[in-house]
């Protein structure tokens, strides 16, 4: 079993930054690919980023490449999402998400274990 708990959510201004975190427990963390979704009201969660088990891979979503970077410390048992640049259309509950796998997926159904989300408003 994996638990997630994410953090780093909050209020800010277009054009500015946050950087959310997802810490897990358990000892096999390095093992597992770890994903960044989102998901507003009315609409289906979508993909926004993810990361291997080593970090040499990472993946994203084509409206967030060049402004979010995903990344882990494997010592800490913590992914991280920097957000630089944000848009009033980022605005969502942003979910941490672990799959059983080294291998990384842009698919929702293929992560194991999923945090309970953090709210990120972006205003204009």
């Known amino acids: 079993q994996v638990q997630l708990v994410e953090g780093g959510g909050g209020l800010v201004q277009a054009g500015g930054s946050l950087r959310l975190s997802c810490a897990a427990s358990?000892?096999?963390?390095?093992?597992?690919?770890m994903g960044w979704f989102r998901q507003v009201p009315g609409k289906e969660r979508e993909f926004v980023a993810a990361i291997s088990w080593s970090g040499g891979d990472t993946y994203y979503t084509g409206s967030v490449k060049g402004r979010f970077t995903i990344s882990r410390d494997n010592a800490k048992n913590t992914v991280y999402l920097q957000m630089n640049s944000l848009k009033p259309e980022d605005t969502a509950v942003y979910y941490c998400?672990?799959?059983?796998?080294?291998?990384?997926?842009?698919?929702?159904?293929?992560?194991?274990?999923w945090g309970q989300g953090t709210q990120v408003t972006v205003s204009s």
């Open positions: 998400a672990a799959r059983s796998s080294s291998v990384v997926s842009v698919l929702e159904g293929r992560y194991d274990y």
């Open positions: 358990g000892r096999t963390f390095s093992s597992y690919a």
